[in-house]
């Protein structure tokens, strides 16, 4: 009879079984995980946005600085021999006013003067820069890059710039632009 209402009582005792507890703990465990998965990977959404914009702000900070020193040139005195990473720009006709924009390490650097920049000296552009190229074409329709700072300065048609920035996450990004040098109206 001891065995009968030990049973009877616990029968009778409202609460759940340990059944309904593991299942319940394993089902809220399962959406736990489900929701938490979707927080990271809307945070690493926002990053990532985030990381782009910055990048966009440097890249379109530098290449429009570029043009704009295009633009404004008078002649292009120098540049590299295959055309890549640096360039001297004169404001007058007599080259005492000029402009080194050249790529120094992984950074775009600007000097005012007769000296270009160097590790230590001229203003820094942007940093983070994984490639900096500059291709000069004549007007002819050549398609080749044949314009050099050799050539006559009214020979120069336009300047294609390319600028990689390097991203957090080891990749690179690239930007584009297209300059008509000495033109500071279009």
């Not at 009879?1 to 465990?29: C, H, N, W, Y």
């Not at 043009?67 to 640096?86: G, P």
């Not at 050249?102 to 950074?107: F, I, P, Q, T, W």
């Not at 080891?170 to 109206?185: S, Y």
Request: charged share 25%.
């Amino acid at each position: 009879m001891a065995e009968k209402s030990r049973q009877d009582t616990a029968r009778g005792t409202p609460g759940f079984t340990l059944i309904e507890v593991i299942v319940t703990l394993v089902l809220v465990g399962i959406l736990a995980a489900t929701a938490g998965m979707g927080i990271v990977s809307s945070v690493r959404g926002y990053l990532m946005a985030q990381e782009n914009a910055t990048i966009a702000q440097k890249a379109e900070l530098a290449l429009r600085r570029i043009t704009i020193e295009l633009r404004l040139a008078k002649n292009i005195r120098d540049c590299s021999s295959d055309n890549s990473d640096y360039v001297v720009v004169d404001y007058d006709e007599e080259g005492t006013d000029s402009m080194y924009i050249k790529l120094v390490g992984s950074d775009i650097k600007m000097l005012s003067g007769t000296t270009a920049p160097g590790v230590s000296t001229g203003d820094v552009l942007v940093s983070g820069v994984n490639g900096f190229t500059m291709d000069f074409y004549r007007y002819d329709d050549s398609g080749t890059p044949t314009w050099t700072a050799a050539d006559d300065f009214d020979q120069l048609g336009i300047i294609f710039i390319e600028l990689s920035l390097d991203r957090n996450d080891g990749d690179t990004q690239t930007f584009r632009t297209a300059v008509h040098p000495g033109d500071p109206e279009t």
